[in-house]
């Protein structure tokens, strides 16, 4: 009796260890498509779409235990993106979209990619540089603020990161946090003395 006479294929469905949905004009990420690669699946590029935050639910993504490499360039993402946590997650490209604040996306990247080592965010009013009219100062702070926060970065946009920049970014950003928390112990310090001595007055 032929096996595939009911119509059913005995082939087992096709697996990939990438994927490309780039150029399709999407509104939403096709899990259709990307769900079954769940035990293969290693780079998937999403670039070059319509994905926002209102429509790109990416809480599925972390069902994807191998990916390592996840390409966003060009959508309309925002700073407030919530992405899932994915501890196989080494790259992630998001240039080109709409980040501005970059603490509270470094914050998110920081916390659901703890392995990452390379982070490509170039064209983001978030990552002023040359290319956007950011001044060479802008550049530099902003690159000693993402290396300072993500230590295990190996790369940031286009260019390697050096231990002499590491190096700078910890002493900078340490001594930036150092002068804020001694600014509030000492706001706080003030604010009880003025508790003490208005408790005082008859």
Not at 171 to 181: E, K, V
Request: aromatic share 10%; net charge negative.
């Amino acid at each position: 009796m032929d096996p595939n006479a009911s119509g059913q294929s005995s082939q087992p469905p096709s697996s990939f260890q990438w994927l490309s949905f780039a150029y399709q004009a999407l509104t939403e990420i096709p899990y259709e498509a990307i769900l079954p690669q769940t035990d293969t699946l290693e780079v998937l590029d999403l670039s070059f779409n319509l994905l926002d935050d209102v429509y790109w639910n990416p809480a599925l993504l972390g069902q994807l235990e191998k990916l390592s490499t996840l390409i966003l360039d060009c959508n309309n993402y925002t700073s407030h993106i919530k992405f899932p946590f994915m501890a196989s997650v080494t790259t992630v490209c998001i240039n080109k979209n709409n980040i501005n604040n970059l603490p509270v996306f470094v914050e998110e990247i920081r916390r659901k990619f703890p392995n990452i080592k390379i982070l490509s965010m170039m064209n983001n009013e978030a990552a002023p540089s040359y290319f956007n009219g950011g001044s060479l100062n802008q550049y530099t702070d902003y690159r000693q603020y993402v290396i300072s926060q993500l230590p295990g970065l190996e790369v940031l946009d286009d260019t390697e990161v050096l231990e002499q920049e590491r190096v700078q970014a910890r002493r900078t950003y340490w001594l930036q946090q150092s002068h804020s928390s001694r600014r509030r112990k000492d706001e706080s310090r003030k604010h009880t003395h003025m508790l003490k001595k208005s408790n005082t007055v008859i």
